[in-house]
């Protein structure tokens, strides 16, 4: 037997409606914002990710589903922003007036350990604020991300957010964490070793217990609780607070939030939930204005951030499957089709009996699907009526074929 992969999963019939739901209310929350939902390849160059993503982070060296074609290495997308950034350089998106406010939901691919909220297969929703390098885009997109949240009924969510500073005031900061964390290189993890040389402040992010001890020591504290900000970086921080508390988005400092990505800077957020267990981040992102220029672009200030659909899946309450409004009970088909017809092009949901069953059996079928059914048995078809049973009360009607929609009640 041929199974789904490990780490892949169906997304159910019964499921569907809720799934269905996410997305229409992402098109509603963003559309009212003016972001346009842009749709790009499920798979890139493989140096896209490389250079976009970066390549000191676990997408890029562990969690890739790379692969070969015509001498070309392609990989599945692990996440949608350097796509969108491409897109936007590739389509000359730069010319539009700015900012150009874009979203995007779909299937993203890594290559993980299976577990509770951690699927090889997985599904992000996500904005992307293109044009902007003021304060006031980074808090309309966390905006958005809570609206969104609170949209689908997730009111109860922990922000966390921080800044990392410009370059300038990065290399500073990546500067004294080397310092201070050198001595205790042999206790850090392998991978923290490996991030020491390439990108030293995701150490902070590692969640190896050991390596946390490590972060809570005396002198590890004063290095990452320090001001290593600029006054600019210091002053687009304070306003990005500031406008959201106008906007009563309560939300969490956390200096030791870095994000997995190589290419965040200034403003990073995360949104967690107490509900989801070891893997509880629903939504991360932050700003990168230097990615567009990275990826071969002019110079464009940037923000955004991606959702993880599954993790919001199992948090929101979930739809149950409509009833079918209609059964037909017949034995003639040519006519039950007409009717079907007039039922669905009405608005209505109707199916009928495809297996040639008596007249019980197809109106047992309908008591278990249907809100009515409607019969057109021979009686009815001689007297161009039909009988209208409601399935809830039992109440019968035999009505004209003119005039029967009216007495179908959703
Ligand atoms: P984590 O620390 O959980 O690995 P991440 O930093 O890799 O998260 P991002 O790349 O920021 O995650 O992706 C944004 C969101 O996408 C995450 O907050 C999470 O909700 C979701 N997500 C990421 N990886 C997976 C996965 N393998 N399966 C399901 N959801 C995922
Ligand atoms: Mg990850």
Not at 25 to 35: G, T
């Amino acid at each position: 037997m041929i199974q789904a992969q490990k780490g892949t999963k169906d997304i159910l019939p019964e499921d569907v409606l809720t799934w269905q739901n996410m997305e229409q209310k992402a098109n509603e929350v963003f559309s009212k914002a003016n972001f346009q939902e842009l749709r790009t390849p499920i798979f890139e160059a493989t140096e896209l990710f490389a250079r976009g993503v970066g390549d000191s982070t676990d997408i890029v060296n562990k969690e890739m589903y790379t692969f070969e074609k015509s001498e070309r290495s392609l990989t599945l997308r692990p996440e949608n922003t350097a796509g969108v950034v491409r897109a936007y350089i590739e389509h000359g998106f730069s010319r539009l007036p700015q900012p150009v406010k874009l979203w995007y939901k779909g299937p993203m691919f890594r290559y993980e350990r299976p577990q509770a909220g951690r699927q090889r297969q997985f599904h992000q929703v996500g904005v992307e604020m293109f044009g902007s390098a003021e304060p006031s885009a980074d808090a309309e997109v966390i905006n958005l991300a809570v609206k969104y949240l609170n949209e689908l009924g997730l009111n109860d969510l922990e922000i966390e957010i921080n800044s990392l500073g410009c370059p300038d005031c990065r290399a500073k900061y990546r500067e004294a964490i080397k310092t201070v964390l050198k001595p205790y290189l042999p206790e850090l993890c392998e991978d923290c070793n490996f991030r020491y040389e390439k990108n030293p402040l995701r150490i902070l992010d590692c969640k190896v217990d050991s390596c946390k001890k490590i972060f809570e020591k005396d002198e590890v504290q004063k290095v990452i609780l320090g001001d290593f900000i600029c006054p600019e970086c210091k002053e687009h921080f304070e306003k990005v607070k500031e406008y959201l508390t106008a906007l009563n988005i309560p939300f969490k400092e956390n200096k030791l939030l870095v994000r997995g990505l190589d290419y965040y800077n200034r403003t990073v957020f995360e949104i967690k939930s107490n509900n989801l267990g070891s893997q509880n981040a629903v939504c991360g992102g932050g700003r990168y204005d230097s990615l567009v220029e990275t990826l071969g672009g002019v110079s464009t200030p940037a923000v955004g951030w991606a959702m993880g659909m599954e993790r919001l899946f199992s948090l929101i309450q979930k739809f149950k499957s409509k009833r079918l409004d209609v059964f037909v009970v017949s034995e003639n088909i040519a006519e039950t089709f007409k009717i079907i017809d007039e039922l669905r092009t009405n608005g209505f949901s109707a199916e009928f009996d495809y297996a040639n069953r008596k007249f019980k059996k197809q109106l047992d079928k309908a008591a278990k699907t249907a809100k009515y059914a409607l019969i057109l048995m021979e009686d009815e078809l001689k007297s161009n009526t039909v009988t209208i049973k409601n399935l809830d009360s039992s109440e019968q009607v035999n009505v004209s074929r003119d005039e029967y929609l009216s007495y179908i009640k959703i």
